[in-house]
């Protein structure tokens, strides 16, 4: 049975009836044989078609038994290649190949059952335990016994599958009539080959499974069958829709096959996708697209002019809603332009070495056409309305421009996308942008320097030579029309101007159209080359102006929360250093302040970024150092310019560098040589660095030969002629880092530290200082501050020195012989400045004392324990019981002593310090200046010293601060506007009092809070600095007054915007939920504000942002509906509507609106309130999910709109009645106007005697049936006022 026919034999036993009936039915039944049986039947089966494929390959008999049929049925022409196999044979194939198929059908199915069935029990055996190894290992050794066989066979069987399909593939007219397949047989190799390809999920999986001869099978089917191609590509791409690891495989297929009709077939089907959203199955298609996606890319990779061809029909879904395949077309194309570029450069390469001329010119311009258009649409793509696709396009860019393939022309558009892209929000375009502008950097066309001012110079250079080599011909007609300017009145410079402008840019377009011509003169060819020159200089400049011009969003990066952001701003910020940026140098000294950053990959960062730019070489990445020399003078450079922070930065840094030792020695070395022989402000770098470095490192400083050096360069003659202040406080810091000296008159260290002392006394005394120079004493200061804390570290006794540094300005202040009653009001200033800050040096001297006390008096009770318990083990036992009482007392005495030692310290400083010491004589004039009561004192250095020294002294005890608590708020609120800098010094001194003294600074918190509406921005900046730092320590409440702080919202100055957004950040994170309880504080002060309705508004969707818990919402929502009834404004009620409008809906909220409807709903007639209620309505009805939510939902916005309407009904009504109101009150007036006026008038008739003389005349001559005419007048009169009154009373 399992024995192949001889194909040189009988056709016939191929096809026996009974070997084929035996045959198929152990097929069937193949997945109960026995492995053995199973074994040869899979060898039986695949011999028997490989037989046949060799006998179609090479006839032989085969011929010679159908060559009589085929002579007479075709005239017995052609010869061996063109007989057809008889029927038989062709039954026999069609047989053994089914049965094949049949076979790989069913282990393929049984391999794919037994994976979904390992991954559904691996996760429940995996908790099971308690199983016995030994059966474990026997399961395991047969398991691996029958997936062997398993692999052999289905490679076997793949093998001679991929075999009859090439054999049908290459002699088809040999085995069907005029070369006309029979599908059902040619298409079994396809069948089994798609279900190979869905079980090649990997590299080891597509090796099993034998992935490689499916996707030759389904060429050879391809590229012999085309009436098959529908049937393929239906196939396909349904593998596509249906597994996400068919992408590549398909696009290797598409380069198997011949030709590019199968890949323009998938694309064709990929472009007739529906990817719209209107479809039930919703999930299903996008699950398909995100599989069919990228295929496009992966087809663009390796056939990218197949793609190009048909891009046409890809372009469509660039409007469709899956993100991914967007995110595929642009990858895509970037696929193309890379591809089409590399074939550009070949084709020059090709015409440079002949010298044929280009065959097809309208291709090239076609090709130009299509590539600028291709990259229109990448430039577009960068604005997509998805993050995702928007980062893919900004990929592409960054991989055309590593590899070269950004045309010139693209790359200015291509830098400003990118740095607009910058303010993204989504973290992954931002990082994508920021790689993109450091690709293009190292990729720059220019020069390897970016500094602009040698491009400013040499463009100014190139144009000053143009314009005086301008042809004659635009030479005249420029001449021309300015004289014609000039003699025009109405023409000014800014024309004259343009028109230099216009003959210089005529010239050079002159000059750019003769280059194509062969004879140039000299001069012609001098002037193109200038003119190539000026247009390099011109773009490389604006090339470097882009990136300075950006230089506020390289700093956002820099400073963002997301340690991506910071990491890719790194990273450029040294590449810019590099190329020469002059923003890398602002960026890498606002990057050091990241050193005290929270993250640790981000201060490995930051010190790389250190290395790379001021200690290795460029391009090193830190493996080769400058020289010592070139290493020094980046350091130099660095600290010269820094500000106080930048510094503390800078510190931290070197100091990490030192302790690493990766700053050779020798660079100090050249540091104390530069100190010792520079001048200025480079000797006080070069001693600044290297007090920098002996806080990691004390023995730079610390020995008798380098204090020598030190005394040199930083304290001696030098610093005395030239008041170089800077110096001096740099040797002061550097002497901080030295240990105490111990008394020893023989020793060189104590005797240099001697001398030492008496220079820094000398600088605190202000021996040195111009008295009519207020400039010298400003820059005195730092100096004087330094000295006085580095004799407090390096001085035995520093009360000593203290107490003769004052007595030596007493002397000089008030010691003088003459009779006047003034003294210099700036030796005055150093006095008080210098007072104050011994005396808080004082109070640190008498802690550290303290401290010392605490640590012998512990080291001495734990030696005598050590001592008690070794002579408790040497003695008996009932010696071990005194020990321990003796142990117990010890320790008693010694808890006793070490609260005498803080008693005294209190005692210390409360009481001594500033108030029995020396210091204590002077506070009286130091209160005096400070009151300033009759505006004696008016200069703003004695007060701001005066004040700082008081703060000082107030520092130390409880109650000299309580005491004069007063009278620094009083200072505060009458300094003057203009002298910012006592205000802001008096309100971080009130910041270290809260901290130092809280209970007795509460009282005064308002006050403090008062100062966040100050005009200057630096004492607001101050004040919040302040609040924050006492608030994030628990050292002030949070109350009501936090509504400033919320104000700082929206002030102008960003520093102090994003301040308060820190404070409240940080408030957000603490457990008792400090935002939700101040909110409805919040709300109320700022409601009852005379407040913009946006500022009102952007200050709570900040703050509401906060609230997160369910349980908050409905709390706070409650609250906020409660408050509706105190509200006395619209605009209030509208607030509150937009408040409840951004919290988050869950059913007890919507069923607290409906519970308290009668408290809001007489302000729903108002557009807003109702149109934020209405907002919170349609939120709810999203996340609604239940019947009854909606229904009540329903019901509520029906009584919304209702009340709405009838509330809009009432109101105009009222307007109405009130309109009515006014009018009646118009008629009223009215009325009592003529009533007024009819009473005057009688009453001036009733005061004129003569109409009632004529009428008594009359009277006499009168007939006798006349009336008398003033009685009639005065009854009308009085008719007519009496209606009057009545109107009147019934108005």
């Known amino acids: 049975l399992f024995e192949v026919p001889d194909g040189e034999e009988d056709l016939d036993a191929w096809n026996d009836t009974e070997r084929i009936q035996a045959l198929y039915t152990l097929v069937r039944k193949s997945d109960s044989l026995a492995p053995a049986t199973r074994t040869r039947l899979v060898k039986a089966l695949c011999d028997a078609v490989h037989g046949l494929s060799e006998a179609l390959a090479n006839p032989g008999a085969v011929m010679a038994q159908t060559q009589q049929s085929n002579d007479g049925e075709e005239g017995g022409v052609g010869g061996a290649n063109s007989f057809v196999v008889s029927q038989s044979f062709r039954d026999a194939m069609a047989c053994h190949i089914y049965m094949l198929f049949t076979v790989m059908f069913l282990t393929e199915s049984k391999e794919k059952l037994g994976k979904s069935l390992n991954a559904g029990t691996s996760s429940s055996s995996s908790g099971r335990g308690g199983s016995k190894s030994k059966s474990k290992s026997s399961k395991s050794k047969g398991q691996n016994t029958e997936v062997e066989d398993l692999a052999a066979s289905r490679a076997a069987c793949a093998e001679a599958m991929h075999h009859a399909s090439l054999a049908m593939s290459e002699h088809k007219s040999r085995l069907w009539r005029r070369g006309v397949v029979d599908e059902a047989i040619v298409g079994l190799p396809c069948r089994i080959a798609y279900q190979m390809l869905e079980s090649s999920t990997g590299v080891i999986a597509r090796k099993a499974s034998s992935g490689d001869a499916a996707l030759q099978m389904i060429a050879a089917t391809v590229d012999s069958a085309p009436c098959l191609l529908n049937t393929v590509v239906a196939a396909l791409v349904d593998l596509l829709h249906t597994y996400d690891h068919i992408a590549p495989l398909v696009a290797e297929l598409c380069c198997i096959v011949n030709g590019q009709v199968l890949a323009t077939e998938l694309l064709r089907e990929i472009g007739r996708l ?145 740095i607009d892209r910058l303010q993204d929000k989504a973290v992954m375009v931002r990082r994508y942008a920021m790689q993109l502008l450091t690709s293009l950097l190292e990729n720059n066309p220019f020069m390897g320097m970016l500094n602009p001012e040698p491009y400013r110079e040499k463009v100014r250079e190139l144009e000053a030579y143009l314009k005086c080599n301008i042809p004659e011909e635009i030479l005249k007609a420029r001449d021309t029309a300015l004289e014609e300017a000039k003699n025009d009145e109405s023409q000014g410079e800014r024309e004259l101007h343009e028109i230099e402008s216009a003959a210089l840019a005529a010239a050079i377009a002159d000059a750019e159209a003769k280059k194509e011509e062969e004879a140039l003169s000299e001069a012609e060819s001098t002037f193109l080359a200038k003119v190539r020159a000026l247009k390099f200089a011109s773009q490389a400049l604006a090339f470097t102006e882009l990136f300075e011009n950006s230089n506020a969003s390289f700093r956002t990066m820099l400073m963002s929360s997301n340690s991506s ?249 008030f010691g003088c012989s003459d009779d006047s009653s003034t003294a210099s009001t700036l030796r005055l200033a150093r006095f008080f400045f210098v007072l104050g800050h011994i005396a808080l040096k004082l109070l640190m001297y008498t802690e550290v004392l303290s401290s010392s006390v605490r640590r012998a008096n512990a080291a001495k009770t734990v030696k005598k324990q050590e001592s008690a318990s070794t002579g408790a083990t040497e003695n008996s036992e009932s010696k071990e019981d005194e020990g321990d009482d003796a142990i117990e007392a010890e320790l008693g005495l010694a808890a006793q002593a070490e609260a005498e030692t803080e008693r005294k310290v209190a005692e210390i400083s409360e009481n001594e310090i500033v108030g029995r010491g020396i210091i204590s004589l002077f506070t009286p004039m130091l209160l005096r200046v400070v009151a300033n009561e009759n505006g004696t004192y008016s200069s703003p250095v004695l007060m701001q ?56 600074l509460e009282p005064y918190t308002p006050k403090i809070y008062a100062c966040l509406r100050d005009k200057s921005i630096r004492v607001r900046r101050h004040t919040l600095m302040v609040l924050t730092h006492l608030i994030l320590n628990d050292m002030v409440k949070v109350k009501g007054q936090v509504c400033e702080i919320a104000l700082c919202l929206q002030d102008n100055e960003s520093t102090i915007r994003d301040m308060a957004r820190l404070l409240f950040h940080e408030l957000s994170k603490r457990t008792n939920s400090p935002i939700y309880n101040l909110l409805p504080d919040i709300v109320s002060q700022l409601s009852q504000l005379d407040l913009k309705q946006e500022v009102f508004r952007e200050i709570m969707q900040f703050l509401l942002s906060f609230i997160k818990k369910d349980r908050q919402n409905e709390m706070l929502l409650e609250k906020l509906v409660l408050r509706f009834p105190k509200c006395t404004t619209i605009n209030q009620k509208a607030d509150l509507a937009y408040c409840i409008a951004q919290l988050k809906v869950n059913e007890k909220g919507i069923k607290c609106l409906n519970d308290n409807f009668k408290l809001y709903k007489d302000a729903l007639f108002d557009e807003d309130v109702l149109k934020n209620f209405m907002s919170f309505i349609a939120k709810a009805k999203k996340n609604a999910t239940k019947p009854e939510t909606k229904q009540a939902l329903q019901e509520l916005e029906e009584k919304f709109t209702e009340c709405a309407a009838a509330g809009m009904e009432n109101v105009n009504a009222s307007k109405k009645a009130a309109r009515a109101k006014k009018r009646a009150a118009r008629r009223v007036a009215r009325k009592k106007v003529e009533w007024d006026e009819s009473e005057e008038e009688e009453n001036a008739e009733a005061s004129d005697p003569e109409p009632e003389e004529f009428e008594e005349v009359d009277e006499e001559n009168r007939p006798a049936n006349a009336q008398p005419v003033k009685s009639e007048r005065s009854s009308t009169t009085k008719r007519r006022s009496g209606r009057s009154r009545s109107a009147a009373l019934t108005a």
């Open 274 to 418: 529906d990817t719209t959203e209107g479809s039930n199955d919703t999930g299903n298609k996008a699950s398909g697209i995100k599989n069919i996606a990228p295929f496009i890319s992966e087809l663009a990779a390796v056939r990218p002019r197949v793609v190009l061809s048909n891009i046409s029909l890809l372009l469509p879904h660039l409007d469709s809603e899956p993100y991914i395949m967007r995110s595929a077309i642009v990858n895509s194309i970037g696929h193309i332009l890379v591809r089409e570029d590399q074939t550009l450069m070949e084709n020059k390469d090709d015409e440079e070495g002949s010298d044929e001329e280009s065959k097809d010119e309208r291709h090239v311009v076609n090709m130009a056409k299509t590539r600028t258009s291709l990259f229109d649409i990448l430039c577009d793509r960068t604005c997509d309305i998805t993050s995702f696709t928007r980062g893919a396009a900004l990929k592409v860019l960054n991989d055309l421009t590593e590899k070269q393939s950004l045309p010139l022309d693209r790359i200015m558009p291509v830098t400003a996308i990118a």
């Open 565 to 813: 952001d910071v990491t890719e701003a790194l990273r450029f910020f040294v590449r810019a250093k590099h190329f020469g940026l002059p923003c890398a140098v602002t960026g890498t000294k606002k990057a050091l302040a990241l050193m005290w950053s929270n993250e640790t990959n981000i201060q490995e960062e930051v010190l790389r970024a250190f290395i790379e730019v001021f200690v290795a070489e460029p391009g090193t990445e830190g493996k080769e150092l400058l020289p010592e020399n070139q290493i020094a003078q980046n350091l130099l450079d660095l600290v010269r310019e820094a500000n106080v922070s930048e510094l503390a930065s800078i510190e931290e840094a070197l100091g990490r560098l030192v302790k690493k030792e990766i700053i050779p020695p020798d660079v100090f070395s050249v540091l104390w040589a530069i100190a010792s022989q520079a001048r200025g402000e480079l000797r006080a770098s070069a001693v600044l660095v290297i007090s920098m470095a002996a806080s990691a490192d004390p023995n730079i400083v610390d020995s008798a030969y380098r204090l020598q050096n030190l005394y040199d360069a930083g304290l001696g003659d030098h610093i005395e002629e030239n008041h170089d202040w800077k110096t001096a406080r740099s040797a002061a810091c550097a002497l901080q880092r030295v240990a105490r000296a111990k008394v020893d008159p023989s020793s060189a260290k104590y005797i240099i530290l001697d001398l030492i002392s008496e220079r820094l006394v000398a600088i605190a005394r202000g021996d040195w200082c111009d008295d009519a120079n207020v400039d010298d004493t400003n820059a005195w200061f730092c100096a004087a501050e330094q000295s006085i804390n580095a004799i407090f570290t390096i001085c035995p006794s520093p009360e000593k020195v203290s107490m003769e540094i004052l007595l030596g300005h007493q002397q000089v202040i």
């Open 945 to 1000: 010293s005066a004040t700082l020294a008081l703060c000082k002294c107030m520092c130390i005890s409880k109650s000299f601060c309580e005491k004069h608590l007063s009278l620094l708020f009083s200072v505060l609120a009458k300094a003057p506007n203009d002298d910012q800098d006592l205000r802001a010094n008096i309100v971080v001194a009130l910041g270290d009092l809260a901290f130092r003294f809280p209970n007795e």
